[in-house]
């Protein structure tokens, strides 16, 4: 509920204007927030009459970059290009360094570039060692930000779910796997805790209190059959029988490989502890509740 989180969350300053570009899954959810708080906030899809859409950007095509006219916050939640580039900077570079009133750039990336730490934890300050393609990509898209000299910071997230993209679609379409890999663990971020930290540090960061990067995930990592299994006793479905790693790796696609190649627990003492961010669901128990209500809702 929207309510939840606006609860915990100072108003934005009168007259903000918040530029959401790639409004999708997240980016809906904090452009909601946003606007409960007070702010003008407009959101970028790729195709006209997308939900959501307030205006047309897209990587591919000219942009005119009127629509960046006052504005006093800009978040970026588009993925790097297959080359590297920065879709954002690579278009409005030029108009952001000369936005006057620019109090706040986020930029939201992964933990993909911590990569792979054998199941140990990391914070802000563990060098990012990123393995996969893509997080190289993304590490050197966080660099182009930050070399902006902009006052940018960097989230990272973990894997994100929320309502409509839990374990509950592939449980109850049939197509959940029960992938048994001793050890492994995953963190995540319900997309309502993006949406609330988000916002929260936007107000920190006018009053001083702007590190550079920030996990933005849980207070538990958890190995992926124990969410599966908790999912499964919500819904009352029955579940399929494990499958060892080794045999299920043999149909993986590339991508769902390298997920499962990378084992790290992502510490969030920064936010929750030094800056003071009140999860809304703490761990993914809490998570799969809320999930579970909207899927009855619906
Ligand atoms: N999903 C995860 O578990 C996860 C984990 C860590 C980090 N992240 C990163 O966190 C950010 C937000 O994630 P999300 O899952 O909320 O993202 P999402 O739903 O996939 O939304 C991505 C947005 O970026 C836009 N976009 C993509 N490529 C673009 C391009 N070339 N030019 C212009 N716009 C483009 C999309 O446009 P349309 O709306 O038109 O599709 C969409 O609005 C993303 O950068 C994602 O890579 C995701």
Known sequence: MIEDIVKQL??????????????????QKIAS??????????????????KGADFIFDSDREFSNEICEGVTHVLSCIPPLLSGEDPVLSKLKTKLLNSKNLKWVGYLSTTGVYGDTKGTWVNENTCPNPQQGRSIRRFSCEKEWLETRLPVQILRLPGIYGPGRSAFESLLNGTVKMIDKPGQVFSRIHVDDIAGAVLFLINLYSQGKNPTVVNVADDLPTNNLEVIDYAAKLANKPLPSKVPFEIAKT?????????????????NNLLCKKLGYSLIYPNFKSGLKNCFSQLKLN
């Open 10 to 27: 100072e108003p934005l300053p009168s007259k903000s204007k918040l530029i959401i570009f790639g409004g999708g899954y997240s980016g």
């Open 33 to 50: 927030v946003g606007r409960h708080l007070g702010a003008k906030v407009l959101c970028s899809r790729r195709k006209k009459g997308s």
């Open 251 to 267: 149909t993986m696609s590339p991508m769902a490989l390298s997920f499962w190649k990378e084992n790290r627990k992502v510490d």
